[in-house]
């Protein structure tokens, strides 16, 4: 299946700032690439669906001017947290789908 | 609206104890129930793909089987090294476009104990 990365896999800042997120599909061109929010004990929870070359797709209670996500090649969808508040602080996974879809190794994001 | 439930939330076995947990889901048009193994701050590993009622998959000691209303994932005489969460997510036929999201359970937790 698809080989999927992470940057960073670790990230902790201060309320206010702004964080990016990097994910690489690397054996395979990706088109679509999702992104997905982990809270603890809590399920897997689809946040937007990155698209190449055009505006992502959010899902309902997703805040898009909080959580830009730029898809600018077929190996590559950025997610940047701006303004990051602690209720923020999650494990922001992604996935690209090659017939089903392959994770990411995730993010943890912590705000101070 | 999809959704999936699992049972139960934690399960210990001890090694060679076989057992079985249940992924119960409700969508519109099943286009596919998968089976994911997730280890502590990694993202999901895929075991497998099940897309029709009566449908089985097997690899290892664990088998995944399907029908119209549940999945059961089955471990058998299971090992410290299949400690893990397991994750049942089903995907629907979409209404439009080629995109189809997963919708998660929260997981049952496995600890083996050798």
């Known amino acids: 299946g698809a080989v999927v990365s992470q940057h960073p896999s670790r990230v902790i800042c201060k309320s206010g700032t702004s964080v990016k997120i990097e994910c690489r599909s690397l054996?395979?061109?990706?088109?679509?690439m999702f992104w997905y929010r982990q809270f603890p004990k809590q399920s897997l929870m689809l946040m937007a669906t990155?698209?190449?070359?055009?505006?992502?797709?959010?899902e309902q209670g997703v805040e898009k001017d909080k959580f830009l996500i730029n898809h600018a090649s077929l190996t590559l969808s950025t997610l940047t947290v701006t303004s990051a508040h602690p209720e923020d602080s999650s494990f922001y996974i992604c996935?690209?789908?090659?017939?089903?879809?392959?994770f990411g190794p995730g993010t943890r994001l912590l705000v101070l | 609206e999809d959704q999936v439930t699992q049972s139960p939330e934690a399960l210990r076995l001890q090694e060679g104890e076989s057992s079985s947990l249940n992924c119960s889901y409700t969508?519109?048009?099943?286009?596919?129930l998968f089976w994911y193994r997730q280890d502590p701050g990694k993202g999901p590993e895929f075991l497998f793909t099940?897309?029709?009622?009566?449908e089985e998959k097997e690899k290892e000691r664990l088998k995944a089987t399907l029908t119209k209303k549940e999945s059961f994932l089955h471990i058998t005489a299971p090992k410290p090294e299949d400690s893990a969460t397991y994750l049942c997510?089903?995907?629907?036929w979409g209404r439009g476009g080629s995109n189809y999201k997963l919708t998660f359970g929260k997981g049952t937790l496995l600890t083996v104990n050798p």
């Open positions: 996935s690209v789908e090659e017939e089903t879809q392959y």
């Open positions: 054996d395979f061109q990706a088109t679509t």
């Open positions: 990155s698209n190449e070359g055009s505006k992502a797709t959010y």
């Open positions: 969508v519109s048009g099943l286009r596919g």
């Open positions: 099940l897309y029709s009622a009566g």
């Open positions: 997510a089903v995907q629907a």
